[in-house]
């Protein structure tokens, strides 16, 4: 997967580094915390959550069950609505499409709507090396693209930056790309989300060609659906004349009716709003409104590598919330660069690990980035066992043992004695020793019991001494595992 | 071995060691939540959608049919808009108390020129209470989709009740899939920066959402 993010240290080193940075601190905190309680009011304000949450994780799992049928069937039918299905089975093959389709159209440049599945493959360098400039149009991935800098959260991208250094970096940069910042531009965000329009709407008016995602597609329809704040989305999926949308299969659901469940819990767990300002629907084309011609990339990338281990699919239920991020202690510390991948906080450390295998020291290590205090499993709108897949993910990197990838079954290697095994077990301390982890260390023992069938061998034995352990521990957990250094001293 | 043949190979190789399941889908997603929330009167429902509508910082008018062409001329009048987008099945009666320049909406204008019109004025598809949104189709009477995204002022009229529904699973039963849909639920919004919410960032900045009928 070419979304790794190059040079990236290992999970405990980016996250020593990223609690060092204040400003990213300060801003992390406000952010999460701000947004943390405005989801829950809006989660409270509907009697029926459980059910909505259930009935989501159920719609989910079935069409991960019958993901062949549902990808044949969604294919039949944004064919017959008149758009070209495209197959991808790896971030190369997507990029080489997109490429192609865009190069076809004699057009240098694309607009694109923030779309994590194209942040996963490295799009918008793929087309750089072809020639073709892609601007990027949420407000925060403008941000992020001006600043050269790399995304930090799913929701809102540009999360560590404060509106001072967002100023700087549009009234130094916008100038680079297109339109310059308006002189003598504070650093109000009002006013700078006003530059941002201005400096994107000439790109918008001009644009031939759109590029998005998707938040759902809809199997029996041909439908796909983008959820959205700003309008940038509409403008990408309207205005241009050749739209390209990059997906990953398992964004699939069967019908149209399955919405009702999403449109309900995904606003209200992501922007903690009853509904966000835009969702876009299209199906096919249409004649006279719209892009002319439409192509859907569907995406594996590690998907269906994912879909193989019966434990670890349930990740493949997300729908890209963010809510996980928003509770989870760890996160808020280390920040988003952390996790080395587009995908970062809770849902990045059980997905990176298995889109990308657990070869590399970061992701090796990306199980072990966790306290495992469960907050993520409450508030996911589909009831992703995190912790239940990080324990299962650790136990791969620990013991090695069956796994697949790129469509084969492999064995893999315990990490013992490698590399791998300093790095997770430096991520496993640093999440452990860390003021974060003390809040929940208190809920830590009761919950990972439940998580532990068994003994874990190198850095598994940290979590799996805690089984030992009285229900809740005379010493506050910190003080046990400054002592023990969670449990490596026993071993 | 084409990609596509790759993939779904690959799905049905991952799925193979799980047990067989042909449990229908309608048997499989148990639909225990609720088809809408609370128990409202007609009344109510448009007295919910108004208050969310303005929760989410639209400006909400009311009047019944008679009423409609001067809220609409006063609502024109009172931005300075100087000209206005009309889909091609909007009524007409609805402009007949302004002269504001009428600009048809016809697939050959671009959108620069779109760009260069003030104001819009279309009707809906249907509106949905519980979360303040309305929802265009691409109907006669609502024009192509950039037509309420472009120009910087939207005027959207809701023919209460029947256009009114309580909830999203209601809402999305009313419409047709086929067709492109837009849901606006409050003019367009940002909290990209340190989650501070501001208004207004591409689409329409001003939405007004005009309650015609009575209930
Ligand atoms: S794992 Fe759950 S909470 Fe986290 S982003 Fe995905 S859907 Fe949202």
Redo the contacts between chains.
């Keep these: 997967m070419s979304g790794t993010f190059v040079g990236m240290p290992a999970f405990p080193k980016a996250a020593h580094e990223a609690v060092h940075d204040a400003t990213l601190r300060g801003n992390l905190r406000h952010a999460t915390h701000t947004i943390r309680s405005k989801r829950a009011k809006a989660v409270a304000e509907v009697s029926d959550w459980a059910a909505l949450r259930e009935a989501g994780k159920r719609i989910k799992d079935h069409t991960l069950r019958h993901l062949d049928r549902y990808l044949v069937q969604l294919e039949e039918s944004v064919t017959a609505a008149g758009g070209t299905v495209h197959w991808a089975a790896d971030a190369d093959e997507a990029n080489r499409i997109v490429a192609g389709l865009v190069l076809a159209t004699g057009e240098s440049e694309v607009v694109k709507v923030k779309s994590m599945a194209t942040q996963e493959i490295g799009l918008n360098e793929a087309l750089e090396a072809e020639g073709i400039r892609a601007y990027e149009t949420d407000l925060a991935e403008l941000i992020v693209q001006l600043g050269k800098d790399r995304p930090s959260h799913i929701l809102v991208p540009a999360i560590h930056r404060n509106r001072g250094e967002i100023r700087d970096i549009f009234a130094r940069e916008m100038s680079e790309w297109g339109r310059p910042a308006p002189d003598g531009l504070t650093d109000t965000p009002a006013e700078l989300a006003e530059a941002a329009r201005l400096h994107l709407r000439e790109k918008f008016l001009r644009a031939k060609v759109g590029i998005s995602g998707a938040n759902f597609m809809v199997a029996e329809t041909g439908t796909l659906v983008v959820v959205e704040s700003e309008g940038n989305g509409r403008m990408c999926l309207t205005l241009p004349e050749t739209l390209i949308s990059v997906v990953g299969i398992e964004k699939i659901v069967p019908t149209w009716q399955d919405l009702e469940v999403f449109l309900q819990t995904l606003p209200r767990s992501s922007t903690a709003e009853r509904m966000n300002p835009y969702t876009s629907t299209w199906t096919g084309t249409t004649d006279e409104d719209g892009p002319r011609a439409f192509h859907l990339v569907l995406l594996d990338n590690g998907r269906t590598d994912t879909l193989a281990d019966e434990v670890g699919r349930q990740a493949l239920r997300c729908i890209r919330c963010s809510a996980c991020l928003n509770v989870c202690p760890v996160y808020e510390r280390a920040g988003g660069h952390a996790y080395g991948s587009v995908y970062p906080g809770p849902i990045g450390a059980i997905l990176s690990p298995q889109l990308r295998g657990t070869a590399s020291e970061i992701d090796a290590s990306l199980p072990y980035a966790s306290s495992l205090c469960g907050a993520c499993y409450e508030v996911c709108p589909v009831a992703i066992d995190i912790p239940e897949v990080l324990v299962h993910l650790r136990e791969r990197v620990a013991q090695g043992g069956p796994a697949t990838r790129e469509g084969n079954k492999v064995v893999l290697k315990p990490a013992k004695g490698h590399a791998a095994e300093r790095a997770a077990m430096r991520a496993a301390r640093w999440a452990f020793s860390h003021p974060g982890a003390l809040r929940t260390g208190q809920r830590l023992a009761g919950r990972t019991r439940r998580f532990h069938p068994r003994t874990l061998p190198g850095p598994g034995r940290a979590w799996s001494a805690s089984r030992d352990l009285p229900p809740v521990p005379a010493e506050p957990f910190r003080d046990w595992w400054q002592r023990t250094r969670g449990g490596k001293d026993a071993k | 071995m084409?990609?596509?043949d790759?993939?779904?190979?690959?799905?049905?190789?991952?799925?193979a060691?799980?047990g067989h399941?042909d449990?229908p889908?309608d048997q499989?997603?148990?639909?225990?939540?609720?088809r809408e929330?609370g128990e409202r009167g007609v009344a109510e429902t448009v007295e919910l959608l108004a208050e969310?509508l303005a929760d989410?910082r639209a400006l909400v008018h009311r009047c019944d049919a008679d009423g409609l062409p001067g809220v609409i001329a006063g609502l024109l009048a009172e931005r300075g808009s100087a000209s206005v987008v009309v889909p091609p099945g909007l009524d007409e009666s609805w402009l007949a108390d302004t002269d504001v320049t009428r600009v048809a909406d016809r697939?050959e204008t671009?959108?620069?020129e779109l760009?260069r019109v003030d104001s819009v004025v279309t009707a809906c598809a249907v509106a949905?209470a519980?979360?303040?949104?309305i929802v265009l189709d691409?109907g006669p009477d609502q024009g192509?989709?950039?037509i309420t995204?472009?120009p910087d002022h939207h005027i959207c009229v809701v023919r209460v009740p029947d256009q009114v529904v309580s909830s999203?699973?209601q809402g999305?039963?009313r419409l047709a899939?086929?067709?492109?849909?837009?849901?606006?639920?409050?003019?367009?919004?940002?909290?990209?920066?340190?989650?501070?919410r501001?208004e207004?960032?591409?689409?329409p900045r001003t939405l007004e959402v005009i309650l015609v009928g009575t209930v």
């Design positions: 084409n990609s596509r790759v993939i779904l190979g690959r799905v049905r190789r991952a799925l060691e799980t399941d449990t889908y499989a997603v148990e639909r225990s939540y609720l929330h969310n989410y697939a671009t959108p620069h760009d949905i519980e979360t303040g949104t691409g192509r989709r950039r995204l472009v999203v699973p999305l039963a899939p086929e067709r492109p849909l837009t849901w606006i639920s409050g003019p367009s919004a940002t909290s990209d920066i340190e989650l501070d501001v207004g960032v591409h689409g």
